[in-house]
């Protein structure tokens, strides 16, 4: 059974810092790039950032580069969303997604549930 499995979302004042987990289990972990959503309400999706499966390599949305970070931990299945100098803006649901194309079957991806970031005094 798939899972992803997002953690370390909260309430955090602007300026601040956390890190956001995603554990990953029931696929080969090694084998998917990960990527960070997020949805404010009201507004559609947004794609944060993503880390490749092949050489780690990385993007940012622009309203985020600079500030937060996509990292991941082959060996735990965990992807990690590092997130400095918070802005009001910034709070969302933030959910993990897993994505993999492949000839023979085409894009397979996964999502998590998601977890509630909120930056307010």
């Known amino acids: 059974q798939v899972q992803l499995v997002e953690s370390g979302g909260g309430l955090v004042q602007p300026g601040g810092s956390l890190r956001l987990s995603c554990a990953a289990s029931?696929?080969?972990?090694?084998?998917?790039?990960m990527s960070w959503y997020r949805q404010a309400p009201g507004k559609e999706r947004e794609l944060v950032a993503t880390?490749?499966?092949?050489?780690?390599?990385?993007n940012y949305a622009d309203s985020v580069k600079a500030r937060f970070t996509i990292s991941r931990d082959n060996a735990k299945n965990t992807v990690y969303l590092h997130m400095n100098t918070l802005k009001p803006e910034d709070t969302a649901v933030y959910s993990c997604?897993?994505?993999?194309?492949?000839?023979?079957?085409?894009?397979?991806?996964?999502w998590g549930q998601g977890t509630q970031v909120t930056v307010s005094s």
């Open positions: 997604n897993a994505r993999r194309r492949s000839h023979a079957v085409g894009v397979v991806e996964f």
């Open positions: 029931g696929f080969t972990f090694s084998m998917y790039a």
């Open positions: 880390i490749t499966e092949t050489d780690g390599s990385t």
